[in-house]
């Protein structure tokens, strides 16, 4: 079975520098996609970037993106340039084949201003 | 392009008592699915249907919660009886792809409280 864990239940940041997340998942699969999902107090969920596993080169969305370490089975996100808005609960999830995605348990981000 | 909708957005029940969620998936997107987020944790997958056929439904505790997906649109979520260990956001999200390879698109959620 997948497993997604993500061993930070909370981190903060100062405004303007770079926080990384961490993420470590397990599965048998050689295909696979990874996610990090954002969500703000509203509780809407949104993808905020993407990786297939088949990908070496690392996704980037503008201030966001990943370090994919595929052996080490481990998929940290990057913010930088940290702002207010970043504010939020970061979901770490990953899904292989068809199966059902997998939600990590969850980083709350603080920013401090 | 409008979201995945959902409503109500939120509701108060006591123990016992019935209640349905209703969601209306991003037009086009086959795939729907209701996830159950207890505070504090990442959602969990209750259902999944591929237009409106039930794909996975292993974690949905059948003795309560049912599912239904008519016209493979828009889908119901009840819960009967509740209980107390129910409360939680009930979230919706739909994928245009038959798995989640695209990511998927959640709806706001509906936060339900059983007292």
């Known amino acids: 079975a997948q497993t997604v864990t993500q061993s930070q239940p909370e981190m903060s940041v100062q405004e303007a520098e770079t926080v990384t997340l961490s993420c470590t998942y397990d599965?048998?699969?050689?295909?696979?996609?990874l996610f990090w999902y954002k969500q703000p107090p509203s509780r809407q969920m949104i993808l905020v970037i993407r990786?297939?596993?088949?990908?070496?080169q690392n996704a980037t969305e503008n201030r966001f993106s990943v370090n994919f370490q595929k052996a080490a089975k481990s998929f940290s996100l990057k913010i930088s340039d940290s702002q207010l808005g970043d504010a939020a609960m970061y979901f770490c999830?990953?899904?292989?084949?068809?199966?059902?995605?997998?939600f990590g348990q969850g980083t709350r981000l603080t920013i401090n201003p | 392009e409008a979201g995945v909708a959902q409503s109500p957005r939120y509701k108060i029940i006591e123990k016992r008592q019935s209640v349905a969620f209703w969601c209306n998936p991003i037009?086009?997107?086959?795939?729907l699915y209701w996830y159950q987020q207890i505070l504090g944790q990442g959602p969990k997958l209750l259902i999944q249907?591929?237009?409106?056929?039930?794909?996975?439904d292993s974690q949905l505790p059948k003795d309560r919660f049912s599912a239904e997906r008519l016209k493979g649109v828009d889908s119901t979520l009840k819960i009967q009886p509740a209980k107390l260990e129910d409360s939680a956001v009930y979230l919706c999200?739909?994928?245009?792809?038959?798995?989640?390879?695209?990511?998927?698109?959640f709806g706001p959620g509906t936060r339900l409280t059983v007292l």
């Open positions: 999200a739909s994928s245009l792809e038959g798995w989640s390879g695209g990511g998927e698109f």
């Open positions: 599965t048998s699969e050689s295909d696979y996609y």
């Open positions: 990786q297939e596993a088949y990908k070496q």
């Open positions: 999830a990953s899904i292989q084949g068809a199966q059902k995605l997998v």
């Open positions: 037009s086009g997107h086959a795939t």
């Open positions: 249907f591929q237009n409106n056929g039930v794909v996975d």
